[in-house]
């Protein structure tokens, strides 16, 4: 099984600045990863496939990234609707795993 | 627009059978690139995949789970199902139903559309 390990766990920011979330896969996924975005109550959001291309409807301010094993979720600047939880994602092959989530809250 | 909604009981008994459906509206449930899936979240924890299933019947589950599981289809309803035997408290969580991609030699793609999520309790 994949494990995908995110860091921070929290990232306390305020409107404005740049968020930097990290995903790190065990082993190789190539571009295979996607991040999610989960509010309180809600579904969960696609915002980044195949590490760097963003889902329908998804402002250019968030982006992804890749170097290896390692993926960077980027909010470049923070509005007040992106406080919530983000996760990634393999889906490189079975079984689908995800990284433990990271929390960005208000600062 | 697709939708997905997930349906059924809210309270489960432990060593019972946990039986959900997903209704999908906007869209056929047969589609040639797309699996059909259940994830699920416990109470303040992260996501765990539990298992998916093309519209043919072909299906692919989580390890730790395969053997209390089963995720049929129907599709003459655009409906599909978990079962989950045997339940205890651990596994109390919120099931979402899911659509994800499928790509060359049936592996998996992204999750694009999820349902709300149905809270199910396991207690006596």
């Known amino acids: 099984e994949m494990v995908l390990t995110q860091s921070p766990a929290t990232l306390s920011l305020s409107p404005g600045e740049r968020a930097t979330l990290s995903c790190r896969a065990r082993?190789?996924?190539?571009?295979?990863l996607a991040w999610y975005q989960q509010k309180p109550g809600q579904g969960l959001r696609l915002l980044i496939y195949e590490a760097s291309n963003r889902a329908t409807g998804i402002p250019d301010r968030f982006s992804g990234s890749a170097s290896g094993t390692d993926f960077t979720l980027t909010i470049s600047s923070l509005e007040p609707e992106d406080f919530a939880v983000y996760y990634c994602?393999?889906?490189?092959?079975?079984?689908?795993?995800f990284g433990g989530g990271t929390k960005v809250e208000i600062k | 627009h697709l939708q997905l909604q997930e349906s059924g009981p809210g309270l489960v008994r432990p060593s019972e059978t946990l039986s959900l459906t997903c209704t999908v509206s906007g869209g056929s449930i047969i589609t040639t690139n797309h699996y059909w899936g259940w994830i699920r979240q416990s109470p303040g924890k992260g996501l765990e995949w539990v298992g998916s299933?093309?519209?043919?019947?072909?299906?692919y589950y989580s390890p730790s789970l395969q053997r209390r599981l089963t995720i049929p289809v129907d599709t003459s309803k655009n409906q599909f199902f978990l079962k989950l035997t045997s339940v205890t408290a651990a596994d109390t969580a919120v099931y979402y139903c899911?659509?994800?991609?499928?790509?060359?030699?049936?592996?998996?793609?992204?999750?694009?559309?999820w349902g709300q999520g149905i809270l199910v309790s396991v207690s006596s």
């Open positions: 299933i093309y519209h043919s019947g072909s299906t």
């Open positions: 994602q393999q889906y490189n092959n079975w079984p689908l795993t």
């Open positions: 899911a659509r994800h991609g499928r790509r060359y030699g049936a592996l998996p793609r992204e999750i694009d559309s």
């Open positions: 082993q190789g996924v190539n571009s295979n």
